[in-house]
Nanobody, 123 residues
Framework: QVHLVESGGGSVQVGGSLRLSCAIS??????????LRWFRQAPGRDRDGIAA???????YYGLSVKGRFTISKDRAKNRLYLQMNSLTSEDTAMYYC???????????????WGRGTQVTVSP
């Protein structure tokens, strides 16, 4: 089991930037064997996947964030990041990181979730 803790959320104005961080820990895990993902959920909406990073560092992005958000990880610090630029009010949501026991991101095996961090974008 992988333990995930998000941080870095907050309030920002439209056009601003934030960097979210997800601390990854557990009894035994291998970052190269995990697909790491970022999801978000706005009030009244479903939780949507917005970015993923394979065990070999191939990134995947949803259309709503492609070109504005960047997913990355630091193996030395066991951290996942989401750099968010050009934020709009539509980006306001609770953001969650997740880890799947699938290095290619083709499956959603044994998914672990963090508790989330709130991002609020205001005019």
């Amino acid at each position: 089991q992988v333990h995930l803790v998000e941080s870095g959320g907050g309030s920002v104005q439209v056009g601003g930037s934030l960097r979210l961080s997800c601390a990854i820990s557990g009894a035994t895990f291998d970052l190269n064997a995990l697909c790491l993902r970022w999801f978000r959920q706005a009030p009244g909406r479903d939780r949507d996947g917005i970015a993923a990073l394979s065990g070999t560092d191939t990134p995947y992005y949803g259309l709503s964030v492609k070109g504005r958000f960047t997913i990355s990880k630091d193996r030395a610090k066991n951290r996942l990041y989401l750099q968010m630029n050009s934020l709009t009010s539509e980006d306001t949501a609770m953001y969650y990181c997740a880890a799947d026991q699938s290095p290619t991101c083709e499956a959603t095996e044994q998914r672990s979730w963090g508790r989330g961090t709130q991002v609020t974008v205001s005019p």
